[in-house]
């Protein structure tokens, strides 16, 4: 089992950027599909952004698609997301979370099919 602590959140203004890391421990991420994904109050979990294991496939949210980066170190065992142009409905909670199984058309968004998560971190933005 990965142990993943987020990093990098915090309150900013529309407009701005935030960078967000996801770091492991307890197992190398070269071997996990890796996501984001955030959680609003009152909502359902939220896919936002999957990365293949050599970053050579990546998703994202219709939300977040043009705004929002993910990449990944393996050296490091980091995972990153860049989120440019925030804007207030971006305020969530924002985990990390691996996965084994190859990302697929059907299921990358689905927050089941991912294993071991973080405890989040808050992202706030005002308007």
């Known amino acids: 089992q990965v142990q993943l602590v987020e990093s990098g959140g915090g309150l900013v203004q529309a407009g701005d950027s935030l960078e967000l890391a996801c770091a492991a421990s307890g197992g190398a991420i070269s071997d996990y599909r890796m996501a984001w994904f955030r959680q609003a109050p009152g909502k359902e979990r939220e896919f936002v952004a999957a990365i293949s294991r050599q970053s050579v496939s990546k998703y994202y949210g219709d939300s977040v698609k043009g705004r929002f980066t993910i990449s990944r170190d393996n050296a490091k065992n980091l995972v990153y997301l860049q989120m440019n142009n925030l804007n207030p409905e971006d305020t969530a909670v924002y985990y990390c979370?691996?996965?084994?199984?190859?990302?697929?058309?059907?299921?990358?968004?689905?927050?089941?099919?991912?294993?071991?998560w973080g405890q989040g971190t808050q992202v706030t933005v005002s308007s």
């Open positions: 979370a691996t996965r084994t199984s190859i990302l697929d058309s059907r299921t990358y968004y689905i927050p089941n099919r991912y294993a071991d």
